[in-house]
Each structure stands twice: as structure tokens, then as C-alpha cells.
């Protein structure tokens, strides 16, 4: 039922992508006088004097090696916002096509949506922050092209249901998109298994959360071979700078660092539970897969203006729909969730 050329902008089928030095000689030389770089050196210890990998294969190769995934079914961004606005801009005409949302979910969605001028149609997860497939049958028309679906979701720290993602895998004819940034912290399977299964899949990761490298940008988009092409050519040519994709490189070697990490943070985040449920002004928190907790408190102004003033910042959602009352709070080190807590104490 699916096929891409249902959905794909007609001006992004038909475009013939910027093809830079590198694109046109690929293999073995030593004289490089093609693509106007300055051939002397950069003014620093490291060289950055060459344009970067467009492609980024090194660090593919690696990524297929740990997600089990081929070469040709992964993509990588300037962070997963910029794969989030490289779907709309592939898949969505401006002023036509609309996408679905679920919130309360991550806000690039409908920031990325109104960027590019598409309608964002907002169908609000069920009170127990899943999702309401009926309503989102309902809100589906001719010219839906995406649905974000986030697991485990950002604010919420849920993971959506297998099965109901599974059922829009299933019927949807567009593009059934997975947010997976905090699957690391998740007892839930990724979906990077069913791409096999679905061709209207798209898997994001980043290495902005677990990996610990915000700072560098790195975003994965997992699909297949036709979606990543149609990506590849959308996206600007050196999206993925040269420092950042030696330095991810080096990271990406060092996965026991990171997987001790993310125990930990599932040890912290108990620990973090059961300091918080024991205060008066604490209504609620909500079960997390994710390295923060959502909770529901009684005076979430007054709490964050009280935190921010002792130089502890966290997120204040309580204007998010289904999230009145509500403070995110991301799991720090033992150092830092104890003094959150020390300083919860005199909240009065
Ligand atoms: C943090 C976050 C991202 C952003 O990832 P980058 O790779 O840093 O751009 C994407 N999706 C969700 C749900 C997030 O919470």
C-alpha cells in the first residue's frame, strides 16, 4: 500500500541534488586542487582544512555495526532536528499536505511543521499518554503525509504501545515516523528490527541523550534505502562537520562507558522517585523509560521559581495540555539529585 512515490514532493523527485568536488572523483590521490579549499592547513593543532565525509561513512560503518543495521539504511543529521525538517521538507508541500501529532509530545514536530508552512494536526494522547488511534483515523486525509509518534515520549517519559504503533505502521499510507532519543534508557525493543517489516518506517536516534554529545550534533535517521536516498539528496551536502564526526567516531568506541552510564542513571532514577514521592507538594509521578521523570505538583510556578533562584534549573510543562501541575525534572549525577532534593526540603 505503501510507495514512496505517493508521498514524495514531485519538485523533490525530480531534483537533481548539489554535487560537490567530492562527489565527482572518489578513490586514491594525493594532489587534491578540486574543491578550492586552502591547501596549506588550517591555523591550528588539528586540520580542518578538507571538506568532511557528505556521507559520514565512517561513522555509519560503525553505527551498523552496533544497531545491526545496514550502511545503506541509515542517515545522519545535524542532530534528528535536522532529520525531522528534512522529512518535511522531502514529504510535505508547503501550504498542502498536513502531518499528525500526539502531544503532549516533543515541540520540533510542530516548530519544523510551521517552518515549513504544513499543518500540524494535533490528535492529544489519551490521559494515560497513549494513543488514540481512532481520533487519528479520523484526523488522517489524502494528504497526511507524516505521523511523529515519540517512544518513550518526551514529556511524558511513556513508551507508546508496540501494537498501536504497529497498527499505523500497518494502514497508514504515509510515513510513520519513531522518535527513539531515549531508547537507551528503555526496557522497550527499538523499532529498528521492523524496517525489514515496513517500509513507511522511519527510526530516529541521537547521539544527543545517552551518548552523552549533544554538543556535537549528531542525529540518526534509520529507514529504507529509497527514504534515506530521498534524505541524502534534501540535505545540505556537509551537514555533519568534520570535528564532529572524528570526535563521534572516538565515542562510538567507547560503549561499556556509556551503557555503565545509562545503569546508572536507571539507579539515580529510583532513587530521584522515592526522594520526591515522600513531599506534600508532589501529586504524582508518572512511570519513566526515558533519563527524566515527569511530576505533578501542586504548585509548579512557585516550585521552579524557587529552584531556578537556588541555581537549579528544571522544565516547567504545566501549560502542556495533559501536563497541568507539572515539572520535568532530567536525572543528574548523585551529586546533583541529592542537592535537589536537599533543597526541596525548605520549599514552603
Ligand atoms: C532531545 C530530543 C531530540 C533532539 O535530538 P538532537 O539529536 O539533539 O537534535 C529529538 N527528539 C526528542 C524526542 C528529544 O527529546
Redesign the pocket.
Known amino acids: 500500500m505503501f510507495s514512496i512515490n505517493n508521498i514524495i514532493r514531485s519538485n523533490i523527485k525530480n531534483l537533481f541534488p548539489y554535487s560537490s568536488a567530492r562527489d565527482e572523483y572518489q578513490g586514491e590521490a594525493s594532489v587534491f586542487l578540486d574543491a578550492n579549499e586552502n591547501a596549506f592547513g588550517s591555523p591550528l593543532e588539528q586540520q580542518f582544512n578538507r571538506y568532511p565525509d557528505p556521507l559520514q561513512l565512517q561513522i555509519k560503518g560503525r553505527l551498523s555495526e552496533i544497531k545491526g543495521v545496514p550502511v545503506k539504511n541509515i542517515f545522519l543529521g545535524n542532530?534528528?532536528?535536522e532529520a525531522i525538517d528534512i522529512l518535511f521538507r522531502s514529504f510535505c508541500n508547503p501550504g498542502v499536505d498536513n502531518v499528525i501529532l500526539v502531544p503532549p509530545t516533543?515541540g520540533?514536530y510542530q516548530v519544523s511543521a510551521n517552518i515549513n508552512d504544513v499543518e500540524a494536526r494535533k490528535v492529544p494522547l489519551t490521559e494515560d499518554f497513549q494513543l488514540n488511534l481512532d481520533d487519528i483515523a479520523e484526523a488522517i486525509d489524502d494528504h497526511t503525509k507524516l505521523i511523529f509518534i515519540?517512544s518513550p515520549n518526551?514529556p511524558t517519559g511513556n513508551s507508546i504501545s508496540r501494537a498501536d504503533v504497529e497498527t499505523l505502521l500497518a494502514n497508514f499510507g504515509g510515513i510513520v515516523v519513531v522518535?527513539e532519543?531515549y531508547i537507551n534508557f528503555s526496557r522497550q525493543k527499538t523499532f529498528i528490527q521492523e524496517l525489514t517489516e515496513y517500509a513507511n518506517l522511519v527510526v530516529?536516534q541521537?547521539l544527543?541523550?545517552a551518548w552523552g554529545l549533544?554538543g556535537l550534533?549528531i542525529?540518526m535517521a534509520f529507514a529504507s534505502e529509497e527514504i534515506i536516498e530521498v534524505m541524502n539528496k534534501v540535505k545540505p551536502p556537509y551537514n555533519v562537520n568534520d570535528a564532529s564526526q572524528q570526535l563521534a567516531l572516538q565515542a562510538l568506541a567507547n560503549i561499556d562507558q556509556v551503557n555503565g552510564w545509562i545503569r546508572e542513571i536507571l539507579l539515580q532514577r529510583d532513587k530521584l522517585v522515592l526522594g520526591l514521592k515522600d513531599f506534600d507538594f508532589v501529586l504524582d509521578i508518572y512511570p519513566s523509560d526515558a533519563n527524566f521523570i515527569l511530576v505533578k505538583t501542586t504548585d509548579p510556578k512557585g516550585i521552579y521559581n524557587y529552584l531556578v533562584q537556588k541555581g537549579i534549573i528544571v522544565r516547567d510543562r504545566s501549560k502542556v495540555e495533559l501536563c497541568q501541575g507539572c515539572l520535568r525534572i532530567t536525572v543528574g549525577t548523585p551529586g546533583e539529585n541529592n542537592i535537589l532534593l536537599q533543597t526541596l526540603q525548605d520549599f514552603k
Open positions: 542532530g534528528s532536528d516533543y520540533m515519540c518526551n522518535d532519543a530516529l541521537t544527543s541523550k549533544a550534533r542525529g
